[in-house]
Antibody, heavy 122, light 107 residues
Framework: QVQLQESGPGLVKPSETLSLTCTVSGGSISNYYWSWIRQPPGKGLEWIGYIYYTGSTNYNPSLKSRVAISVDTSKNQFSLKLSSVTPADTAVYYC????????????????WGQGTLVTVAS | EIVMTQSPASLSVSPGERATLSCRASQSVSSKLAWYQQKPGQAPRLLIYGASTRATGIPARFSGSGSGTEFTLTISSLQSEDFAVYYCQQYNNWLQTFGQGTKLEIK
């Protein structure tokens, strides 16, 4: 079955750019939507954005000015960049597959990666 | 933005009993609602989508109901592994949003 694994630095300095990669195994990244979700420690879940394997994206307006999600089909990976981070961006970042019906996104997340904690601190 | 409100924030139930968790949307989301279970240190797991369709491999003791703005997740006979935090998520609007979660604790 499809498995997802996040990777990237666990510590980022304020004002710098957070960069994470999600590697998809057990299946192709093609023909699906892929998403990033984050969870601050002890808090709830926030959708960051999603990308179609073709490169089409959709972002949460609250983060849109700072977020970029990209896809590399040759490596079966997709990536997240979040610029100008502050301590408020400290969270566990999850990647997940976003459901779809053909090329139309439908809206739930399954499966998820295990998550990676990113701390923003100097 | 559609705001999802879950109640109660925490719920204490004995093993073997029924648990009923609620999720309310600030405007209609039709049946475009999902439920997730999250255990400590783990990623959320999809339980229900389309308000009432169980995801693959989810036991029949989990059931979802509702439409519009009011939704319910029912766990018919609690097992020890069911004690966790449960989140609802709406996807009627392209800006999908989650509830704040209900923590289900052992009584």
């Amino acid at each position: 079955q499809v498995q997802l694994q996040e990777s990237g630095p666990g510590l980022v300095k304020p004002s710098e750019t957070l960069s994470l990669t999600c590697t998809v195994s057990g299946g192709s990244i093609s023909n699906y939507y892929w998403s990033w979700i984050r969870q601050p420690p002890g808090k709830g879940l926030e959708w960051i954005g999603y990308i179609y394997y073709t490169g089409s994206t959709n972002y949460n307006p609250s983060l849109k000015s700072r977020v970029a999600i990209s896809v590399d089909t040759s490596k079966n990976q997709f990536s997240l960049k979040l610029s100008s981070v502050t301590p408020a961006d400290t969270a566990v970042y999850y990647c997940a597959r976003y459901s779809s019906s053909g090329w139309l996104p439908t809206g739930w997340f399954d499966p998820w990666g295990q998550g990676t904690l990113v701390t923003v601190a100097s | 933005e559609i705001v999802m409100t879950q109640s109660p924030a925490s719920l204490s139930v004995s093993p073997g009993e029924r648990a009923t968790l609620s999720c309310r949307a600030s405007q209609s989301v039709s049946s475009k609602l999902a439920w997730y279970q999250q255990k400590p240190g783990q990623a959320p797991r999809l339980l229900i989508y389309g308000a009432s369709t169980r995801a693959t491999g989810i036991p029949a003791r989990f059931s979802g109901s509702g439409s519009g703005t009011e939704f319910t997740l029912t766990i018919s006979s609690l097992q020890s592994e069911d004690f966790a935090v449960y989140y609802c998520q709406q996807y009627n609007n392209w800006l999908q949003t989650f509830g704040q979660g209900t923590k289900l604790e052992i009584k």
